[in-house]
């Protein structure tokens, strides 16, 4: 399945065909895999986890582990000589041994800009070393003027500061840009961007991907993206390659296959994006208004490093979230979301200001001296913290860590049943049975270990545990962040049901504005711990105040499909244009 | 690799965040500076109580050995020796004019020969401290070398064979090997002295006989640290940009593999000196380790405060010196002043 | 969020199958130290003055001693006296530093930084130095040995609980259970201690191997089990007089003690644990 049949014509850079990978005592990790770049432009390959995306990656530089077993028909590469892009015909030449088109053909842009770079190198080292090895340059003065030069072309500023500070001073999209400038000293005519800015802000993404389009058409390079986001892929990318569990399922020109995609499984990454969930009505509050949970002028600081002066996390930070009400909380990382979540969960004690739970303040939520480890409200009793317990509750980011692993599921979401004394076995049993009903899962689940679950079953189980007690308030961490697409679509439609027929209300906290705006009320923006912009949903998507929300809001791909509903940045989603119910 | 200082080098940070850092420093180095006096303080008080406060009685032991031929002894010769002694004095007394000696220099006279204890001590440091720089010597290019080799191909035959010698070497009795050695290399061979003697050749097969554990555990791990770092994202991307193996293995997995290794210096020293009581003791060496034996089976306390004093003094200084050295090998830990230990 | 392909070689414990020969060894071991006069062919005091010296043969497996004892009926015999005095040992270290460990692990604060400071000035000992201490406070004598070797181990032991203890609570179930208001004894005991429960397990097996050979060395310092009695590292310790003409007094209770030491690691590496270097 190569893209299209006349890509051998002049104009190929890179030819594999029947590429297979597998792992000793499992499944094909890839099967049959074909891919084809032509020179200058971009293909990207998209798939969720455990796709093979990545490992076709590292099979194409030979990186795979020892034990793997990597076998292709065919490996074509044009090294084009001397000439740049559009080099003639005839420069396609076969490679027995893909270690062959390390550095100098294929450059490679890992996913873990923090990691990726050896901590104990200066930035000027890492670049010498290249040079030295690409170009024979061991001119220290040389190489100092080249690196200067090929950071101030990746946009890093102040360059000649750079060189001398090592990897841990920069940040993220720093060294992302770094590594771009290093994968292009060996003047590849690839480059390979495996999920490049997955562990990167909205923003920064944006900027690192425009990036990217500058290097290729500055330099008549060609872009291998493997990417889950299909978005992004559509966004970025000329080609489109769809993988799942090993094989291609679809390929195409991006237009071809967001405009007319052929097989179901791309429909289905195209219909499960957010912004296909069924509209919220409008949120009105209960006369008289109801509010369950409220913060007011939260604040809090933590240490910085030694001889530093303390950093606040949050700063001032008041929000009320009425019954049945989703508040979402926006910003970048280091926005001081999480800080406030464990504010009003109560994992955190504020500096200053108070949680008012129906009204009342949560006592030792704000003020008083320190506590050890196990010190939630170790200030007052056990009373003020059951109650507290019973009615906010937290469902975490990771649904596998979150749920104990050695329990079985049912014995899982009895446990705070158990731990407020709520009735006896047998109705903790019966409990338990509705709740799986509720989170639609199957009874016999009960039984199993949460390591036998999947990702999105977990996540269920998590969110039986959290409704067990009956809350008021659940405390949504990033819920759907870690799980594929066309899971956490039927999951947050799951949460809006949930919330319709139990009256709960949401503190949502998301870094994906696509989530959010299908699903918040209300959108809080934070930046460095203050408030920057608050208002209903609609109006902050469509007519931004700061300039900050703006950034964060021109950084969401946008994906030209017919089948999504596309977030275009005019109008609120709607019910009316879409069927929503050939959901699996 | 480092590159010279640029003439016209833009401030790297702020003046008044490097004060702070600078001060963050002096603080630093004068907690390590605190922290070494407690750990010597600590053990001299622990050593004191464990040998003085415990029930058995050491003037009675001494009489008994001192006077085995020259039949028993009166109580008003037990008084007098410990009046001699100060053993007749509160304990807490003692502890605080034994800490002033100790303070002064003079750590008091031995129990069993009556000979002032820096006498006895200065005959036979000489030889642990030969004996303990030749352990030294061997073990850590050794375990270097062998760490090196194993962890050159993960999942390769070799690696899977040489990663289980440490293993093996620590599962063998410390003594026992050096009975072992012994046997092959001086009754059989006849290639070594049996027994005592001085210079290098009989320095040879005791500095093997210490070696050997000491390797096994820093060797074990050396290959951890190293297989850890080829796990790295950094070594990954070093191999795909096309550098050669031998150069990413040497010049970014062994550095940062060998750095966390550095901390284990206090242990090693620690290591190889308290090896040498067993060393010591199988080749029938005079030195501190067989005195040391020789001492806690006569309970001669006064020789065994100081020796335990002594060697709290040189591993607290080799780990101060690791903690110093630390943040200038690890740019990461610099200007945090937090633990240096990874 | 491509996982990348980690390599599979490092999974410990899918390496390590049931170690069977280990285990058989030591349940050979464990029969020896329970009822050593079934397994011991000859009495282990019986002297038999025509008999000194013998290298091993059919009759003495493991030869004769220089009263002309068995070779075989000792070891076994003083099987019963090391495992003894190591098991002793590991218990009262396990004891003392679960709780050391456990308390400062999960209360944190004042507590942890207290005892971990006491650890701290421990851990700057080698451990061998701290067992004379105390032995030359103490005394010599089989039970002496088993606290001074035990008190010995407890710092490192003490640490690697906590570290356990800190790690499981780090996570992300325990500090939900806490988030749903479960009282801290019961997260403790219910979500922590099953989960520390496993590492520790395989530590007292590697550290059981520690204990043997550290009893080993300083009985064979002459601070353990006095001769006549049997133990192993006294029996190597008197084999030395005569190891240029009797080879085997010395290398076959080694080589007894090796093998027991090797399959405690064995057996410890299987539960996942890793056996050498410092805890």
Redesign the interface.
């Known amino acids: 399945m190569s893209i299209v049949e006349k890509a051998a014509a002049p104009g190929t850079l890179l030819r594999l065909e029947g590429l297979r990978v597998a792992y000793p005592g499992g499944p094909a990790a890839v099967d049959g895999l074909s891919v084809t770049v032509p020179s200058g432009s971009s293909v990207a390959i998209v798939g969720e986890s455990g796709s093979g995306k990545s490992t076709t990656l590292h099979a194409l530089l030979g990186l795979t582990p020892r034990t793997a077993h990597v076998s292709f028909d065919r490996l074509e590469f044009d090294s084009g000589n001397g000439s740049g892009a559009g080099a003639g015909a005839g420069g396609l030449r076969r490679i027995e041994d893909p270690r062959e088109l390390r550095g100098r053909s294929v450059g490679l842009v890992p996913q873990d800009p923090i990691r990726s770079l050896d901590p104990l190198m200066r930035i000027g080292a890492h670049f010498a070393e290249l040079h030295r090895h690409f170009l024979g340059l061991t001119d220290r003065a040389e190489s100092r003027v080249r690196t200067i030069a090929s950071l101030e072309a990746v946009g890093v500023d102040r360059p000649e500061l750079r060189l001398r500070q090592y990897p841990h001073e920069l940040s993220g999209g720093q060294r992302q840009r770094i590594l771009i400038a290093l994968a292009l000293i060996g003047e590849p005519r690839l480059l390979l961007a495996d999920e490049p800015t997955s562990n990167l802000d909205a923003t920064v993404q944006r900027r690192v991907l425009d990036l990217f389009d500058e290097v290729r058409t500055a330099r008549g390079l060609s872009v291998l993206l493997v990417t889950h986001d299909i978005a992004v892929a559509g966004e970025r990318a000329d080609h489109l390659v769809v993988m799942r569990a090993g094989r291609v399922v679809e390929s195409g020109t991006a237009d071809e296959v967001l405009g007319d995609p052929k097989d179901p499984y791309t429909r289905q990454l195209l219909t499960s994006l957010p912004s296909a969930l069924p509209a919220r009505p409008a949120f009105r509050a209960e006369s008289p208004p109801r509010v369950v949970l409220e913060a007011r002028d939260l604040t809090k600081s933590f240490a910085g490093g030694r001889g530093q002066e303390r950093v606040d996390a949050v700063r001032e930070v008041s929000l009320t979230l009425h019954r049945g009400q989703t508040v979402a909380v926006v910003g970048e990382s280091g926005a001081g979301k999480s800080t406030l979540l464990r504010l009003l969960t109560g994992l955190e004690r504020a500096d200053s200001g108070a949680v008012l739970l129906d009204g009342d303040e949560v006592r030792g939520s704000g003020g008083g001296g320190g506590g050890g480890g196990g010190g939630r409200f170790d200030r007052f009793g056990r009373k003020a913290r059951a109650d507290f317990a019973r009615r906010v509750q937290l469902v975490y980011q990771n649904p596998a860590r979150s749920l104990n692993p050695s329990l079985p599921v049912g014995r899982v979401i009895a446990e705070p049943l158990e731990a407020h004394r709520v009735g006896g076995a047998r109705s903790r049993a019966e409990r338990v049975r509705e709740l799986l009903e509720q989170v639609e899962l199957p009874a016999d689940i009960a039984e199993r270990r949460p390591g036998q679950l999947s990702g999105g079953q977990a996540q269920r189980v998590a969110i039986a545990r959290a409704l067990a007690l009956e809350p008021e308030v659940v405390v949504l961490d990033e819920p759907v962040s870690a799980l594929d697409q066309a899971v956490q679509f039927a999951l947050l439609r799951l949460l809006g049901e949930l919330q319709q027929r139990l009256g709960i209300a949401y503190l949502l906290v998301s870094h994906d504005l696509g989530v959010v705006r299908a699903v918040a009320d209300e959108v809080i923006v934070m930046h460095r711990g203050r408030v920057e912009e608050r208002g209903a949903t609609g109006s902050v998507f469509t007519a931004p105040a700061s300039p900050r929300t703006r950034a964060l809001l021109d950084a969401v791909p946008v994906l030209k499909s017919s089948l999504s509903l596309s977030s275009s940045a005019s109008s609120v989603p709607s019910a009316s244009s879409h069927d929503r119910t050939s959901q699996p | 690799?480092?590159?010279?200082p640029?003439p016209?080098?833009?401030g790297?940070t702020s003046p008044k965040?490097s004060a702070?850092?600078r001060?963050?420093t002096v603080?630093?180095v004068l907690r390590r500076c605190g922290y070494f006096v407690?750990?010597v303080f600590?053990?001299y008080t622990?050593?004191f109580f464990?040998?003085y406060?415990?029930?058995?009685d050491p003037v009675a032991l001494m009489l008994e050995r001192r006077s085995a031929g020259a039949g028993g002894s009166t109580s008003e010769q037990v008084e007098a020796l410990r009046a001699q002694y100060g053993l007749d004095q509160p304990l807490l007394v003692r502890y605080i004019e034994t800490l002033g000696q100790l303070l002064s220099g003079d750590p008091g006279t031995s129990f069993q020969s009556g000979r002032p204890v820096p006498e006895i001590i200065g005959a036979v440091a000489p030889n642990t401290l030969g004996l303990a720089a030749g352990g030294l010597v061997i073990a850590i290019p050794l375990s270097l070398a062998l760490a090196l080799a194993t962890s050159w191909r993960?999942?390769?035959a070799l690696h899977r064979m040489l990663v289980n010698v440490?293993?093996?070497v620590?599962?063998?009795?410390?003594?026992?090997l050096g009975?072992?050695l012994?046997?092959l290399f001086s009754?059989t061979l006849g290639w070594a002295p049996?027994a005592g003697g001085t210079g290098l050749s009989a320095l040879v097969l005791p500095s093997v006989a210490l070696a050997l554990p000491v390797s096994?555990?820093l060797t074990?791990?050396l290959v951890?640290g190293l297989?850890d770092v080829q796990?790295?994202?950094?070594v990954?991307?070093?191999?795909?940009?096309?550098?050669p193996w031998r150069?990413v293995y040497l010049?970014?997995v062994a550095?940062?593999a060998l750095?966390p290794f550095v901390t284990?210096a206090?242990?090693t020293v620690?290591?190889v000196?308290?090896g040498t009581?067993?060393t010591e003791?199988?080749f029938a060496r005079a030195g501190l380790g067989r005195l040391?034996?020789s001492?806690?089976?006569t309970?001669d306390?006064p020789v065994?405060l100081a020796i335990?004093v002594l060697?709290?003094v040189l591993?607290?200084a080799v780990?101060l010196a690791v903690d110093l050295l630390y943040p200038i090998l690890?740019?990461?830990t610099r200007?945090?002043?937090?633990g240096a230990r990874a | 969020m491509t996982v990348t392909t980690a390599p599979p070689i490092t999974s410990r414990r899918r390496a390590s199958s049931v170690p069977v020969l280990a285990l058989a060894f030591l349940g050979l071991a464990g029969v020896a130290a329970l009822l050593p006069k079934a397994v011991a062919p000859h009495d282990p005091f019986a002297q038999d003055v025509s008999q000194r010296l013998r290298p091993p043969s059919a009759e003495h497996l493991f030869g004769t001693d220089e009263l002309g004892r068995d070779l075989l009926s000792r070891v076994v015999h003083g099987t019963q006296a090391s495992l003894s005095i190591a098991l002793l040992a590991v218990a009262f270290a396990f004891v003392a530093s679960l709780v050391i460990g456990l308390t400062a692990g999960y209360f944190g604060g004042v507590v942890d930084r207290v005892l971990m400071a006491v650890v701290d000035v421990l851990l700057a000992l080698p451990s061998l130095l701290i067992s004379l201490l105390i032995v030359s406070g103490l005394g010599t004598g089989a039970v002496n040995l088993a606290v001074a070797v035990g008190i010995a181990s407890v710092p490192a032991l003490a640490r690697v609980t906590r570290a356990e203890v800190l790690g499981v609570s780090a996570r992300t179930f325990v500090e939900a259970a806490k988030g749903f208001g479960l009282p801290g004894r019961r997260v403790l005991l219910r979500h922590v201690l099953p989960h520390a429960r496993g590492p520790i397990t395989a530590l007292v097996a590697l550290e059981l191997a520690t204990m043997v050979l550290s009893v080993s060395a300083l009985s064979f310092l002459g601070y353990g089990t006095q001769p006549p009695d049997p133990e192993w590292g006294n029996l190597i310790a008197g084999g030395r007089d005569y190891f240029a003409t009797a080879w085997w007094l010395t290398t076959l209770p080694g080589a007894v003690l090796a093998g027991v030491v090797l399959a405690l690691h064995r057996v410890g590496r299987g539960l996942g644990g890793s056996e050498v270097g410092p805890a």
């Open positions: 690799m480092r590159l010279p640029h016209d080098r833009p790297t965040l702070a850092a001060a963050s603080a630093y407690v750990v600590s053990v622990l050593s464990l040998l406060a415990l029930p058995s993960q999942g390769s440490p293993a093996l620590a599962a063998v009795p410390a003594f026992w009975l072992l012994l046997q009754f049996s096994a555990s074990a791990v951890r297989d796990r790295a994202d950094f990954e991307l070093l191999r795909a940009r096309g550098l150069r010049a970014h550095r940062n750095l284990l206090g242990l620690g290591g000196l308290v009581v067993i003791t199988v040391l034996a001492s806690v089976e309970q306390a065994i335990a060697a709290a591993f607290a780990n690890d740019p990461r200007h945090r002043g937090s």
